[in-house]
């Protein structure tokens, strides 16, 4: 009867260990130290690709099942000192697009890469650009479209108040589809660009926003596009009905065929923040689908606020991504974030915000965790003034496709750091039926993965913690990649030294 019990008991646990996580670590290597980049390119024909630079010396390590080091392989056609490498990874193949700079010539090169990191065929040349010895020379940048069918390299040249913009564009297998050249007028001290995008028909898009001075709101809004075919960019104004607005995001709806912008607005210049702006740009009738200003009610505020008034709630949030729906709707997410500083640059949000090198088209590929680029553990933007960091709070607002809240919820947490951020914040994994948001916990004595859940309707579920169940491994979770519709890779730390973990859900 004992056997029998027991048996019945373990089909009722049966679905709770099938749902069990499993950490697996690399090996920690004393090559891996403090002071190497690195950027978890992906999975590609069933390996873990993740590039490193130590040094000015490249390589890609391969690993396979619960993280073993298959092999190191040294790119030694990359030269020394290159910078802007990106990748472009399909599911048995990636390029990776490199540039670097030789007697004043700027060259952008491109290699097509398997799944062991052999190289398909020898490096291509995209495109050169004359800068001078002392010239600037992060000039280009890639994007590529959603269905990896459209890869997009441009580079932008600033001579005096202008820009000078040159896209090319291609196929998945790099054939050139159509090159131009573009002025665009720019004064770094008002004009803002969003982050770059170009969707599944090659139209190139980003967002230019104006304000009245340096250390202001935005007050103007354009949509900038360029068709595939089109040699100019076509500017739309989006009204703010004299409404100021935030750092604008952007994300390209290709099912819907729309352009989705959304930030924070304030009801004053250098007010507090008073709600949501969310626009929708409908491609096909080349028009506004919808533009609507979503006041934050109290009921969540007073949820949100770790201290202050009800007014200043959502002072210190930031937008760090934008998650689009089958539907047409999206999820709005932000995050509670401030910085302390022992000398005299005072956490300013709007030195953050227009200050910073993200502003600049010019450090577009310079890592944060929301921006393009690879990981630079220890000369981050953030480190250069400040030396106490706040990550707080995390609002998810629910918008649907007429740009109207349907919900909104707080996911709480508390982190706080000296001399460095790497540990803090938190990363998405969706699978499909929610949006799980992973954080570590604050107490370092005993580590913890906090893992809450988003339910399409708003609903707000933790699961238990994941565990490391070795003593010694940090995780920099804000730098993990999604790499299977279960499974992740997250780089540590072991002491001072970098791996990664891979967390099969």
Same mark, same amino acid.
């Given at each position: ?101 030789? %007697? ?271 990981? %630079? ?129």
């Amino acid at each position: 009867m004992k056997g029998r019990v027991s048996f019945i008991t373990m089909l009722f646990l049966l679905p709770l260990f099938l749902q069990a996580q499993k950490i697996s670590y690399s090996d920690v290597l004393k090559e891996n130290s403090r002071d190497m980049d690195f950027e978890i390119v992906g999975k590609v024909s069933g390996n873990i690709l993740v590039f490193k630079n130590v040094s000015s010396r490249y390589a890609i390590s391969v690993y396979q099942g619960d993280m073993e080091l298959k092999e190191k392989v040294d790119l030694d056609f990359i030269p020394s000192k290159a910078f802007n490498v990106d990748f472009v990874v399909y599911p048995d193949f990636f390029y990776l697009i490199y540039q670097y700079q030789k %007697r004043g010539v700027v060259y952008c090169m491109a290699a097509k890469i398997d799944g062991n990191v052999k190289k398909l065929n020898e490096p291509v040349l995209l495109d050169t650009t004359q800068v001078g010895v002392f010239g600037d020379n992060k000039i280009y940048n890639v994007v590529a479209s959603e269905d990896k069918q459209k890869i997009m390299v441009f580079k932008i040249q600033k001579k005096d108040d202008r820009f000078n913009f040159a896209t090319l564009l291609y196929d998945n297998q790099l054939q050139p589809i159509h090159k131009s050249r573009q002025i665009m007028d720019y004064n770094e001290r008002k004009d803002v660009l969003s982050d770059f995008f170009v969707d599944n028909d090659g139209t190139f898009v980003f967002a230019k926003s104006i304000k009245s001075s340096a250390r202001d709101d935005i007050g103007t809004l354009d949509l900038v596009t360029k068709p595939a075919m089109q040699d100019t960019f076509t500017y739309r104004v989006l009204p703010l009905n004299k409404t100021y607005i935030d750092e604008v995001k952007i994300k390209v709806d290709n099912v819907n065929k729309r352009y989705v912008l959304s930030s924070f607005y304030y009801g004053e210049r250098r007010g507090n923040i008073t709600g949501i702006y969310a626009s929708v740009w409908d491609i096909k009738g080349d028009s506004i689908y919808t533009s609507v200003f979503n006041p934050l009610p109290d009921s969540v505020r007073s949820i949100a606020k770790e201290k202050g008034g009800l007014k200043y709630a959502f002072n210190d949030f930031f937008i760090r991504n934008l998650i689009l729906k089958k539907d047409g709707g999206y999820l709005l997410v932000a995050e509670d974030f401030s910085a302390q500083s022992t000398g005299n640059n005072q956490w300013n949000r709007w030195d953050y915000l227009y200050n910073s090198p993200f502003s600049n088209p010019y450090y577009y590929n310079f890592y944060s965790p929301y921006y393009g680029g690879y990981y %630079r553990p220890y000369n981050s933007f953030n480190n250069y003034y400040n030396n106490r960091y706040y990550y707080y709070n995390i609002l998810v607002q629910s918008i649907d496709n007429k740009g109207v809240t349907e919900w909104s919820n707080i996911i709480h947490k508390e982190q706080f750091a000296d001399i460095t951020d790497n540990y803090l914040s938190y990363a998405t994994f969706n699978t499909g039926a929610g949006i799980h948001f992973l954080f570590n916990n604050s107490d370092k004595r005993n580590p913890l993965l906090i893992d809450n859940v988003i339910a399409g309707d708003g609903t707000l579920t933790r699961n238990p913690s994941l565990k490391s169940y070795d003593k010694g491994y940090e995780f920099m979770i804000r730098y993990a990649k999604q790499t299977g519709a279960r499974q992740m890779i997250v780089p540590c730390s072991y002491r001072q030294q970098i791996c990664f973990a891979k967390i099969d859900f």
